[in-house]
């Protein structure tokens, strides 16, 4: 799963409230899918762009993108993945985007949408948004606050 980055928490909130909203959404289009609006959100590149660079190199969805990924091969789209492993994605997490597949993101959602349809925008949205929740709650817990002892509690001058 992803690591938890405040850019991929607050991006997949983006992405997720631009999805609802949005008629721009075409699951077969590598631009205007699952992934492909996250990658919009990340790297700020256009659905245009992003679609033709997948075209450009070795075609496929963005499961087979990420299983051929080579981050030294010069291709444009292996350039786009490395930007959103940059940004805390890991290659499995294209696949679950796609198919909204993740069972942990999964176990989070109401029953009723327990089985989300990976090409319908608000079951997608549903899913990024709890994706979301998931990784800010990890981040959460990795943060370690000090604990300071009562001496440290008081001002200087109370001491």
Same mark, same amino acid.
């Given at each position: 799963?992803?690591?938890?980055? @405040? ?10 409230? $631009? ?9 077969? #289009? ?6 492909? #609006? +996250? ?7 256009? $659905?245009? =762009? ?16 990420? &299983? /051929?990924?080579? @981050?030294?091969?010069? !291709?444009?789209? /292996? ?11 890991? +290659?499995?997490?294209?696949? #679950?985007?796609? $198919? &909204? ?8 959602? @109401? ?6 349809? !990976?090409?319908? =925008? ?10 979301? /929740?998931?990784?800010?709650?990890? &981040?959460?817990? =990795?943060?370690?606050? @000090? ?7 008081? &001002?200087?001058?109370?001491?």
């Amino acid at each position: 799963m992803a690591k938890p980055t @405040p850019e991929l928490i607050a991006a997949l909130r983006k992405t997720a409230k $631009k999805i609802q909203m949005t008629a721009h959404y075409q699951w077969g #289009h590598m631009g205007s899918c699952n992934c492909g #609006h +996250l990658v919009q959100e990340i790297t700020k590149l256009s $659905k245009a =762009q992003i679609h033709e660079y997948a075209m450009r190199t070795r075609g496929g969805d963005w499961s087979e993108q990420a &299983l /051929d990924y080579c @981050p030294t091969s010069g !291709y444009l789209m /292996d350039q786009v993945i490395s930007i959103m492993l940059e940004a805390g994605m890991e +290659l499995e997490d294209f696949k #679950h985007l796609e $198919k &909204l597949s993740d069972k942990a993101v999964l176990s989070r959602l @109401p029953e009723a949408y327990k089985y989300p349809r !990976y090409n319908h =925008q608000e079951d997608v949205s549903r899913y990024m948004f709890a994706w979301a /929740d998931l990784l800010e709650e990890k &981040l959460m817990q =990795q943060i370690e606050l @000090p604990s300071m002892d009562q001496k440290e509690k008081l &001002l200087p001058s109370e001491a």
